[in-house]
């Protein structure tokens, strides 16, 4: 057996037989890993909480034939504990993590810059700058975009004409009036303004935006982001949505 270690984010936990978990931790070097913790439910357990979702911690796993096994964890910050006393946040912050689940589907594949956006959206998500909703779509844009799938905002996605008229999902973005599948979205100019700032981190932009461009872009990218995933986030469900004004 062979040892390893590396700082990641917990992803997930299921529970596996009496008292032992797996646990999902998309790590800064490896990748994402599924390593066995063993004895975790029991109260007496060394790992205690360091093995919850949200929580960036340092760990050591043996290489197993089929599953590693997690020898040692140490929490580097637990970035959950801001989010648990506030509902917008929390679901945010959960459809993060089960985004980044979604969109890295490889196991010890490197996704360094995944890594460093999800650390990145959940301190600020933690740090309450910025509305939540704000926080989880510019994730959300800027993870599909690593992964390969930034939408087009500013040019047509089919012909690069700039004079474009409607948001078309399978098209890949906005498009121009001659290239505009039937059933595309006409969304307002100010809502695919938040999207490119969203999606390049201006948030003097984003910030200034109004409720009812948010809700509009909100809408847009889960539509988006959904039919690039092959199932849908269930998490976003529960993700609070400002009221349309
Ligand atoms: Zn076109």
């Known amino acids: ?115 460093l956006l999800l650390v990145g959206g959940l301190r600020t998500l933690g740090s309450g700058e910025h509305e939540p909703r704000l926080v989880l779509d510019a994730y959300f844009l800027r993870s599909l975009a690593v992964a390969g799938y930034a939408p087009a905002l500013e040019t047509c996605a089919r012909c690069r004409t700039p004079a474009v008229r409607a948001f078309a999902i399978v098209a890949g973005g906005v498009v121009c009036g001659a290239c505009r599948p039937a059933g595309a979205a006409v969304p307002e100019g100010e809502t695919l303004a938040l999207m490119t700032a969203l999606l390049k981190g201006d948030w003097v932009t984003a910030d200034a935006s109004g409720a009812r461009h948010r809700a509009e872009c909100s809408g847009l990218v889960a539509a988006y982001l959904q039919w690039h995933l092959e199932h849908g986030i269930r998490s976003l469900r529960h993700v609070e949505r400002e009221p349309a004004s």
């Open 1 to 115: 057996m062979s040892l390893y270690r590396d700082d990641g984010i917990v992803l997930r936990t299921h529970k596996l037989g009496e008292a032992d978990r797996i646990v999902t931790v998309l790590t800064r070097r490896t990748g994402k890993i599924r390593g066995v913790a063993k004895g975790v439910r029991r109260t007496t357990s060394r790992f205690g909480a360091r093995l919850e979702p949200f929580t960036h911690v340092d760990v050591q796993l043996h290489t197993g034939r089929t599953l590693d096994v997690i020898t040692q964890a140490e929490t580097i910050r637990p970035y959950g504990e801001p989010l648990v006393a506030d509902y917008p946040r929390y679901t945010a912050g959960v459809a993060m993590l089960e985004t980044a689940d979604k969109l890295i589907m490889d196991e010890k594949e490197p996704a360094l810059r995944q890594f």
